[in-house]
């Protein structure tokens, strides 16, 4: 009777370290790379524009410091199928570092604020690597990252059905999304992609309890290809 007791309260802790474990995985930022806006804020807005040449070097320990947790952040999962485009963003990344570092040395002004000009472009352009088109779309993806890479291997039915009514919801929410003004020249290719998702995620919804793994895997299958899709319009 205790033995079984102990496994309970066993599986009810693991459960809960489990939750914040997958949250952190279905989460689209990188708290390091958040945490080097710190020292580019400074950067840009103060030393940049009133050429405080003292001030950008003085901040080189910061760059450097803040820099190195951004080198060793890993990405967490719902972004692994960026990871290609933002290693190759982190190695410009890494160089505008240097070129920072090397132009504090010397005595050129103009080498200087050139640096600082480039850290920051290099750094806003690994942070839209990352950063969602559109909320929506991040909303849709955390349900069906975990739907995907959790409970399909598992072949978990009974959670995928749980989870298809949510899906459903939040394929419907990207239809009636907006895009924001850079990217007007892409809302009709985005609006038929979109229709696509939301057509998918209706088919996996609308499945008769009675209908066997395959039919469910199929349709989840049908669902993360309509959702890449969307996802290439913006590359």
Do not use: C
Not at 29 to 43: G, M, Q, R
Not at 144 to 171: E, F, G, N
């Amino acid at each position: 009777m205790k033995l079984n007791r102990y496994l309970a309260i066993g599986l009810v802790l693991f459960a809960a370290a489990a939750v914040p474990a997958l949250s952190q995985e279905t989460e689209s930022t990188v708290p390091e790379l958040s945490a080097f806006h710190e020292v580019i804020y400074p950067i840009w807005h103060t030393a940049y524009p009133e050429k405080d040449i003292a001030m950008l070097k003085s901040l080189v320990p910061q760059v450097n410091e803040l820099a190195e947790k951004v080198f060793a952040a890993k990405l967490p999962g719902i972004l692994r199928e960026k990871q290609a485009k933002y290693d190759a963003g982190l190695a410009e990344f890494r160089k505008s570092v240097e070129a920072y570092n090397a132009a504090a040395k010397g005595s050129d002004d103009k080498a200087m604020l050139d640096a600082a000009e480039v850290l920051h472009a290099k750094y806003e352009m690994l942070v839209r690597i990352l950063r969602p088109v559109l909320k929506e779309m991040d909303e849709f993806h955390k349900v069906l990252y975990v739907v995907y890479h959790t409970h399909l291997p598992a072949k978990d039915w009974a959670a995928i059905r749980a989870a298809a009514p949510d899906l459903r919801t939040k394929a419907e929410a990207v239809t009636k999304a907006t895009l924001p003004t850079r990217l007007q020249d892409k809302s009709a290719a985005f609006a038929k992609a979109a229709d696509e998702l939301a057509k998918a995620a209706a088919v996996l919804a609308g499945l008769e309890p009675k209908a066997d793994g395959a039919a469910v895997e199929q349709a989840v299958q049908k669902l993360h290809g309509r959702y890449q899709e969307l996802e290439k319009i913006f590359d």
